[in-house]
């Protein structure tokens, strides 16, 4: 397709479309081996210029997955990054969303035409990212969910960003795929520390056994991106305690709650510590989704 034809093609959708020779067009996706020698965008295209971090992960996420995509992310953009994701379900939609609630921008990398939301339940989110950030998109408009396009989208997911979190994966999975593209492009990448015992975590503890980052809370990661970010860590650190992101929370208690239920009483007997001063740090971690109350005590997410 021509770039007169593809202009025209975009604007009927009400798209721009960005050629690698644009000076709108991201510096560090041209700078990969095999850049998108045009880009359809819908939204802002500027948010593909600002520093980002990519956070993909399993369609069929566990409730905690999900929380804590929604919850970093929403951290993460109060550090100054924006948050690309494929606008899948699972832990993609949640990042998404994570961003937007907490005021940030998001950008959503699109394996279809830019005039075709995929999955369908996800057009009021994509609206959302369009408003607050940029649908993006390689494929001509019209191109429906094929599967082959979606390994081919994940390079760009990683190359728009500085780096890529895993937040939880299966093995095999497209974000090992997203996550392998992004060490092949010179990019960070992160993933959370699951249990053995979680099949769905295990593309995670693979990556970590790899050379991954293990991450634990978003400090992990803005310590590993560097200088760029020294004045939003400061920033961040200057912060009201009420105001930090729970998940920073790294408590005394956690190492005593597995992935197995445990009773308040035998916390409180293992801790040595008062009742009161235990439900309070329990408290703190269900906040910030990292145990969760069952009927016969706690369990870690």
């Given at each position: 397709?021509?770039?007169?034809?593809?202009?025209?093609?975009?604007?009927?959708?009400?798209?721009?479309?960005?050629?690698?020779?644009?000076?709108?067009?991201?510096?560090?996706?041209?700078?990969?081996?095999?850049?998108?020698?045009?880009?359809?965008?819908?939204?802002d295209p500027?948010?593909?210029?600002?520093?980002?971090?990519?956070?993909?992960?399993?369609?069929?996420?566990?409730?905690?997955?999900?929380?804590?995509?929604?919850?970093?992310?929403?951290?993460?953009?109060?550090?100054?990054?924006?948050?690309?994701?494929?606008l899948a379900?699972?832990?993609?939609?949640?990042?998404?969303?994570?961003?937007?609630?907490?005021?940030?921008?998001?950008?959503?990398?699109?394996?279809?035409?830019?005039?075709?939301?995929?999955p369908r339940?996800?057009?009021?989110?994509?609206?959302?990212?369009?408003?607050?950030?940029?649908?993006?998109?390689?494929?001509?408009?019209?191109?429906?969910?094929?599967?082959?396009?979606?390994?081919?989208?994940?390079?760009?997911?990683?190359?728009?960003?500085?780096?890529?979190?895993?937040?939880?994966?299966?093995?095999?999975?497209?974000?090992?795929?997203?996550?392998?593209?992004?060490?092949?492009?010179?990019?960070?990448?992160?993933?959370?520390?699951?249990?053995?015992?979680?099949?769905?975590?295990?593309?995670?503890?693979?990556?970590?056994?790899?050379?991954?980052?293990?991450?634990?809370?978003?400090?992990?990661?803005?310590?590993?991106?560097?200088?760029?970010?020294?004045?939003?860590?400061?920033?961040?650190?200057?912060?009201?305690?009420?105001?930090?992101?729970?998940?920073?929370?790294?408590?005394?208690?956690?190492?005593?709650?597995?992935?197995?239920?445990?009773?308040?009483?035998?916390?409180?007997?293992?801790?040595?510590?008062?009742?009161?001063?235990?439900?309070?740090?329990?408290?703190?971690?269900?906040?910030?989704?990292?145990?969760?109350?069952?009927?016969?005590?706690?369990?870690?997410?």
């Open positions: 397709m021509t770039l007169a034809k593809a202009k025209a093609a975009a604007e009927a959708v009400g798209a721009s479309i960005l050629g690698i020779d644009d000076e709108r067009y991201p510096a560090l996706l041209r700078a990969i081996h095999d850049p998108p020698p045009l880009l359809y965008v819908r939204g500027a948010a593909l210029l600002d520093a980002q971090l990519a956070v993909v992960g399993s369609r069929r996420a566990s409730s905690g997955g999900i929380r804590l995509s929604q919850t970093m992310s929403g951290q993460l953009v109060r550090t100054g990054l924006h948050i690309c994701s494929g379900l699972g832990v993609d939609g949640a990042a998404h969303l994570g961003a937007l609630e907490a005021g940030g921008k998001s950008i959503a990398v699109m394996a279809t035409g830019i005039d075709v939301v995929y339940r996800h057009q009021a989110l994509a609206r959302q990212v369009e408003q607050a950030g940029c649908l993006v998109t390689e494929f001509p408009p019209g191109t429906p969910p094929l599967r082959q396009n979606f390994p081919q989208r994940n390079r760009i997911i990683s190359g728009l960003s500085l780096g890529v979190l895993v937040v939880e994966a299966a093995l095999p999975s497209g974000s090992l795929i997203t996550a392998g593209t992004a060490l092949e492009q010179g990019r960070e990448v992160f993933a959370l520390p699951w249990s053995i015992l979680h099949d769905g975590g295990r593309g995670c503890l693979k990556l970590i056994r790899d050379g991954a980052k293990m991450v634990q809370g978003v400090d992990d990661i803005l310590e590993e991106l560097g200088p760029l970010f020294a004045l939003q860590q400061e920033s961040y650190a200057a912060a009201s305690p009420g105001d930090r992101p729970a998940l920073l929370h790294r408590s005394w208690l956690l190492t005593l709650v597995g992935f197995e239920v445990v009773a308040l009483d035998e916390l409180v007997k293992c801790s040595g510590r008062p009742v009161a001063q235990v439900l309070a740090e329990l408290s703190a971690l269900e906040l910030s989704g990292q145990v969760v109350r069952t009927a016969g005590g706690f369990i870690r997410c």
